[in-house]
């Protein structure tokens, strides 16, 4: 399947593809689960987009006339996208807990995060 996602996710994913066939752990199974994350990754780059362009927060006047303040729905849908991600990541081994479950089957040259090197956190190697 392929879906019309924001050119950052197809990046991530790409980087990640040729990471996962580097240490032998892709299948040709894991299509889907790689469909998926992308979508996610989509979800979570264009909610943040929108929080850090607009705030966290939007302005409603209740019936008294007084301003209350909101939180935008960007906020649970990047949330949700999060956990999306961080669950999928870890189906590939990609995550501190399910790295040691990955590291007992096979040899890994490097520890990488795929989503610190994405938002730029960590160096990609």
Not at 1 to 10: G, I, L, R, Y
Not at 15 to 38: F, I, P, T, V, Y
């Amino acid at each position: 399947m392929k879906f019309k996602t924001n050119e950052a996710s197809k990046l991530f994913i790409k980087e990640l593809k040729k990471l996962l066939e580097e240490r032998g752990l892709l299948d040709s199974l894991d299509s889907l689960a790689l469909d998926m994350l992308q979508v996610s990754v989509h979800k979570y780059i264009e909610a943040t987009t929108v929080l850090l362009s607009e705030g966290s927060t939007y302005t409603v006047t209740n019936s008294n006339g007084e301003a209350v303040f909101r939180d935008r729905p960007e906020v649970k849908q990047s949330q949700l996208a999060h956990i999306e991600i961080v669950k999928l990541l870890q189906e590939f081994g990609l995550s501190p807990a399910s790295r040691k479950r990955v590291k007992d089957t096979i040899t890994v040259k490097e520890e990488f995060d795929p989503l610190a090197a994405f938002l730029g956190t960590k160096e990609v190697r």
